[in-house]
T-cell receptor
Framework: DSGVTQTPKHLITATGQRVTLRCSPRSGDLSVYWYQQSLDQGLQFLIH???????AKGNILERFSAQQFPDLHSELNLSSLELGDSALYFC????????????FGNGTRLTVT | AQKVTQAQTEISVVEKEDVTLDCVYETRDTTYYLFWYKQPPSGELVFLIR??????QNEISGRYSWNFQKSTSSFNFTITASQVVDSAVYFCALSDHNYGQNFVFGPGTRLSVLP
């Protein structure tokens, strides 16, 4: 168990809808990362937060947004969903130093129909 | 910009064979960190090892060993006497020293160990 909690585990929704994915980092971790993994694809970096502040953005679509709250949990909001957004979304947390490994949650599998 | 290349998309071996997964990285930083992760068929991502750029000592953990060579910008992973449970996708990753702001993953290598 990595200590990172992601909810929900599965999400099925229709095109055009909006969903929110939630992540609770390991106790003490200040950094939260979001990654998207499409079928048989690698890990695409979406966004990184450190102690509530956005630190880096990857190829995150404008329809997607995220935030990290004062209690350090994070939410990833996906709107105007398209079929191509179907993927496994991972949250990871770390202590926030460059040498800190990322510890991943079990992911949220999003299916857009 | 930082980049990680894993040229081997898929590898198949027979149980008990040794196998090496290649990882080549690019960075302009002098201080950086390298990682390997395992993603078994169940889907979770498991941290395996971290290596600092200033520590080129090879590391061995049971049947796993890692060879870090700065001269060739490589951080290769060898599994000795592979087992079916080693079947997974393996990702190599690179992080800079700046609060892990840029944590970049390679595309992964899918390893299939056949009985």
């Amino acid at each position: 168990d990595s200590g990172v909690t992601q909810t929900p585990k599965h999400l099925i929704t229709a095109t055009g809808q909006r969903v929110t994915l939630r992540c609770s980092p390991r106790s003490g971790d200040l950094s939260v990362y979001w990654y998207q993994q499409s079928l048989d694809q690698g890990l695409q970096f979406l966004i990184h937060y450190y102690n509530g502040e956005e630190r880096a953005k990857g190829n995150i679509l404008e329809r997607f947004s995220a935030q990290q709250f004062p209690d350090l949990h994070s939410e990833l909001n996906l709107s105007s969903l398209e079929l191509g957004d179907s993927a496994l979304y991972f949250c990871a947390s770390s202590e926030g130093q460059g040498n800190s490994p990322l510890h991943f949650g079990n992911g949220t599998r999003l299916t857009v129909t | 910009a930082q980049k990680v290349t894993q040229a081997q998309t898929e590898i198949s071996v027979v149980e008990k064979e040794d196998v090496t997964l290649d990882c080549v990285y690019e960075t302009r930083d002098t201080t950086y960190y390298l990682f390997w992760y395992k993603q078994p068929p169940s889907g979770e991502l498991v941290f395996l090892i971290r290596r600092n750029s200033f520590d080129e000592q090879n590391e061995i953990s049971g049947r796993y060993s890692w060879n870090f060579q700065k001269s060739t910008s490589s951080f290769n992973f060898t599994i000795t006497a592979s087992q079916v449970v080693d079947s997974a996708v393996y990702f190599c990753a690179l992080s800079d020293h700046n609060y892990g702001q840029n944590f970049v993953f390679g595309p992964g290598t899918r390893l299939s160990v056949l009985p």
